[in-house]
């Protein structure tokens, strides 16, 4: 089994384009999240999504939309990429179930946006 | 507002010695804490977690103590190796299917 799976590894924009970041979970999760990381912080929520057809705003929601297109997958999208969303980025998917033991992370995107 | 935070951005510790690591929150109704262990481009690991009703909890060579009192939660390592060498952070979770709030991370590093 995968886990949880992001794509792409890696992506520069230039300031003002669009993009898309891809993940899928195959462990039957009924909740996903995105979060995302900057240098010697912890992780931010940006939006998640407790069951399938539902997404709600986290932390830091400005600038990104998402899509929960079925219950494996989890899209973020960036409309128009700002350096500021300079970042890495995590999805995580969790079994919606007490405590935090099947809450799964992905292994990351490093997205550069000069 | 809501927080959760750590004491030390950064330990150094002798291989084989034990590790502490803290972090305080406050203003918290969460139902879980948690500690995770993040290595260098991966995504974060779970270690342990611990319920808000609990005071300790040990698994292998972790052990985590809960102080609610003064809302202060830690991470013990016992003989350190050098595979613990990671960003360590601790998160709360608030109720079934909730939300992980992370804090800043401290950075272990293990000399041999």
């Known amino acids: 089994n995968a886990g949880v799976t992001q794509t792409p590894k890696f992506q520069v924009l230039k300031t003002g384009q669009s993009m898309t970041l891809q993940c899928a979970q195959d462990?039957?999760?009924?909740?996903m999240y995105w979060y995302r990381q900057d240098p010697g912080m912890g992780l931010r929520l940006i939006y998640y999504?407790?069951?399938?057809?539902?997404?709600d705003k986290g932390e830091v929601p400005n600038g990104y939309n998402v899509s929960r297109l079925n219950k494996r997958e989890f899209s973020l999208r960036l409309e128009s990429a700002a350096p500021s969303q300079t970042s890495v980025y995590f999805c995580?998917?969790?079994?919606?179930?007490?405590?935090?033991?099947?809450?799964?992370f992905g292994s990351g995107t490093r997205l550069t946006v000069v | 507002g809501e927080s959760v935070g750590l004491h030390l951005p950064t330990l150094s510790v002798q291989e084989g010695d034990n590790s502490i690591i803290n972090c305080a929150y406050s203003n918290s109704a969460s139902d879980y804490f948690i500690w995770y262990k993040q290595e260098s481009g991966k995504g974060p690991q779970f270690i342990i977690d611990?319920?808000?009703?609990?005071d300790k909890r040990q698994g292998q060579r972790v052990t985590v103590l809960l102080n609610k009192t003064v809302k202060h939660l830690s991470l013990q390592i016992a003989a350190t190796q050098p595979g613990d060498s990671a960003v360590y952070f601790c998160?709360?979770?608030?109720?079934?299917?909730?939300?992980?709030?992370f804090g800043q991370g401290t950075e272990l590093s293990v000399k041999p």
């Open positions: 611990i319920r808000s009703n609990m």
């Open positions: 999504s407790a069951s399938e057809g539902t997404t």
């Open positions: 998160a709360e979770l608030k109720g079934q299917g909730g939300k992980l709030i």
């Open positions: 995580a998917s969790s079994p919606q179930g007490p405590g935090a033991y099947g809450y799964t």
């Open positions: 462990m039957n999760h009924n909740s």
